[in-house]
C-alpha cells in the first residue's frame, strides 16, 4: 500500500472505482490529422485559379512582414480578431462565403493538412453543405481527390469557386476547393464545422502538389505577405463542443493585440507540415533525459487541428511516468492516461494544483540556442463535463503517437503562434486568453544554451509521404517481374533447360550468395 492520496477531493476515477460510476467514456482524440495519400498519385494538373474579384493595394510586399493594420487597404487585422469559433475537443472553425450568390459556412482551420473541402452533399453530422448547382461561378475540374487522416477519410471532386471571409481580408477571390461525396468518421456528430481549411504547404496537398493550396492563392492574389498568425481561446474552459469559445485567424500578418511578451521563432526543417525541431522535455523542472531524436520520430509538427499533444510512444511513457510520479497523487489509473476514462472532483475542488508543469525546448533561430514554452495543468488537464451536480469530470490532454510528436491544440492554447512562412520560421508568444482564475497557464523562456544537445536532433532522410508511396509501388513492380519470369522458367520444358557439364562452376562472384539482397 501506498500512502494516502494527498487529494480528498479526489472522488472517483471513472469505471475505476466502484458505487459512483461504472460508465466508461469514450474521447475523441482527434478532429482530423492528415495521414498516407488516398492512392497512387496522377499525372500532375496545374490547377491555378483565376485572379479574384477585388484585389487592393498590399499593405507589404508578398514575402514581407505586415506588423500593423492598415484599415483602408487589404488588410484590417483588427476586423479579424475573434473571427473563429469552437474548442480543443471539435476544433476551431472560421465563417466563408462560397459561390454566387454565396454561401455560409464554417470551416475547421487545419495547419496539419492542405486541402481545402467542405460537404459537397447532405450529411447526417452537418448541419449545412455547399450545393455547387446553385453557384454560377462554381467550375469542376473533373478530378477525383481522397484524403485520408489518422481518424476519417473522404473522397470529392476538385473545382474552383469565389470566397469570401466576412471577418477576413477583403475582397473576393477564385480558390481551389474539394466538394466532399463521401466520407467516413471525419464528419463528427455535434460539430459546427461543414469543411476544413488546410492550412500547410502544397507538398501535403492532393491529389499532387500541382493543387495550389487555399492560403498561396490568398498570398497570390491579394498580394498579402506569405505569414498568418493563430490564437486559439480554450483554455481551461470544457471540451464540450459547443463552438462558444473565441480565438483568431489572422492572414497576412500579426495582430500586437494578439499577444504579450516577445515572440520566439524556431526554423521550419521541412515544408510540408510545419516541422520543428525539439531539444527536450521536462516535467516539474525535470529533464526527462532522452536521446533528443526520440522527441522527432519521425517528425514533430505545429498542427491545429489535432486536439491534444501527441507523443511518440517511447516519450508517452516516459512523460505519464514522470507526471504520475511528480504529482500529488500517488496512485492512478491508467485507463486515465490512456484516454478511456475521465477523473471526477468535487466541483469546487481545482485538481489543476496537483499536477506539474509541462515543458518543450524548442531550437531558436541561432542554432547555438533554445527557449521552452510552459503549459501549466489547467492546459493538459481538462474539463469535459459533470456527473449530477456536484462533480467536474477531467481528461488527459496528451496522448501517444506512432510517427510524430503533435504540438496540437492542447499546447497552442496557450499561445499566439505565428506562422511564418515567407522566413520559414514558427513563433510563439503568450496568449492574453490563456488564463485561468485570471492566472496565465502558458509561459515561454530563454534564451538557453544547446551545448547539452545534440547539433541535429532530425534525422537527415525525411520520407515523405508521396516519396513512401512511390518506393512501395516501385518495389512491387519489381517483385511482379521477378514473380513472373519465375513463372516462365518454371514453364520451360526440361529439353530447353541448360544442362550443366563438369566444365560448368559457380562461384560466388556470379550467384546469389554475394549478391543476394539484405
Known amino acids: 500500500m501506498g500512502r494516502p492520496l494527498a487529494a480528498p477531493g479526489l472522488l472517483l476515477l471513472l469505471a475505476g472505482t466502484a458505487g459512483l460510476c461504472r460508465a466508461f ?19 500532375p494538373v496545374v490547377l491555378r485559379p483565376g485572379s479574384g474579384s477585388r484585389q487592393q493595394d498590399p499593405l507589404g510586399g508578398a514575402d514581407g512582414l505586415a506588423l500593423a493594420s492598415d484599415p483602408a487597404g487589404t488588410l484590417n487585422f483588427l476586423a479579424m480578431v475573434e473571427n473563429l469559433q469552437g474548442d480543443s475537443g471539435r476544433g476551431y472553425y472560421l465563417e466563408m462565403l462560397i459561390g454566387t450568390p454565396p454561401q455560409a459556412l464554417n470551416i475547421l482551420v ?24 446553385l453557384s454560377s461561378t462554381y467550375k469542376s475540374q473533373g478530378i477525383d481527390v481522397t484524403v ?21 481580408i477583403y475582397g473576393s477571390y477564385t480558390i481551389n476547393i474539394a466538394t466532399i461525396l463521401e466520407s467516413e468518421n471525419f464528419f463528427l456528430p455535434g460539430v459546427k464545422w461543414h469543411g476544413i481549411l488546410g492550412l500547410a504547404y502544397d507538398a501535403l496537398a492532393k491529389p499532387s502538389s500541382s493543387v495550389e493550396t487555399f492560403f498561396d492563392s490568398l498570398v497570390r492574389q491579394a498580394k498579402i505577405p506569405n505569414i498568418f498568425s493563430l490564437q486559439m481561446c480554450g483554455a481551461g474552459l470544457p471540451v464540450s463542443g459547443s463552438g462558444t469559445n473565441g480565438g483568431s485567424l ?29 531539444l527536450k522535455l521536462e516535467v516539474g523542472g525535470q529533464n526527462l533525459e532522452l536521446d533528443c531524436r526520440e522527441y522527432n520520430a519521425d517528425k514533430a509538427i505545429v ?8 507523443l511518440p510512444q517511447k516519450v508517452f511513457s516516459a512523460v505519464v511516468q514522470a507526471i504520475a510520479r511528480t504529482s500529488l497523487i500517488q496512485e492512478f489509473s491508467s485507463g486515465f492516461w490512456t484516454g478511456s476514462q475521465l477523473a471526477c472532483w468535487d466541483k469546487t ?36 463535463l459533470g456527473i449530477g451536480e456536484n462533480l467536474q469530470c477531467y481528461r488527459f490532454g496528451i496522448s501517444s503517437s506512432t510517427n510524430a510528436l ?15 512562412r515567407a522566413q520559414r520560421r514558427v513563433g ?17 523562456e530563454g534564451p538557453f544554451t544547446t551545448a547539452d544537445v545534440a547539433s541535429n536532433c532530425v534525422s537527415s532522410v525525411s520520407f515523405h509521404e508521396p516519396v513512401l508511396w512511390i518506393a512501395s509501388y516501385a518495389l512491387m513492380s519489381l517483385c511482379g517481374i521477378i514473380l513472373l519470369v519465375l513463372i516462365i522458367l518454371l514453364l520451360i520444358p526440361p529439353r530447353c533447360q541448360h544442362r550443366y557439364t563438369d566444365n560448368d562452376v559457380v562461384n560466388d562472384e556470379s550467384s546469389l550468395v554475394r549478391h543476394r539482397w539484405k
Open 349 to 384: 475542488e481545482r485538481p489543476w494544483s496537483l499536477f506539474p508543469k509541462l515543458s518543450i525546448y524548442l531550437r531558436d533561430e541561432n542554432s547555438s540556442r533554445s527557449f521552452r514554452i510552459s503549459i501549466l495543468p489547467q492546459l493538459y488537464i481538462q474539463p469535459i
Open 303 to 310: 498542427d491545429s487541428g489535432t486536439t491534444l499533444l501527441r
Open 250 to 278: 489572422v492572414l497576412g500578418g500579426i495582430e500586437p493585440s494578439l499577444y504579450k511578451g516577445d515572440i520566439w521563432y524556431t526554423p521550419i526543417k521541412e515544408e510540408w507540415y510545419y516541422q520543428v525541431e525539439i
Open 148 to 168: 485520408k487522416y489518422s481518424q476519417g477519410s473522404w473522397t470529392g471532386v476538385l473545382g474552383t469557386d469565389v470566397i469570401t471571409i466576412p471577418k477576413g
Open 25 to 43: 467514456f469514450s474521447l475523441p482524440l482527434r478532429v482530423s490529422h492528415p495521414a498516407a495519400p488516398g492512392g497512387s498519385p496522377p499525372a
Open 110 to 133: 487545419d495547419t496539419g493538412s492542405s486541402n481545402f473541402a467542405v460537404a459537397g452533399v447532405p450529411d447526417p453530422d452537418v448541419t449545412s453543405y455547399f450545393n455547387t448547382k
Open 406 to 420: 503533435v504540438i496540437g491544440a492542447t499546447v497552442m492554447e496557450g499561445f499566439y503562434v505565428i506562422f511564418d
Open 428 to 444: 510563439f508568444a503568450v496568449s492574453p486568453c490563456a488564463e485561468v482564475d485570471g492566472s496565465p497557464v502558458s509561459e515561454i
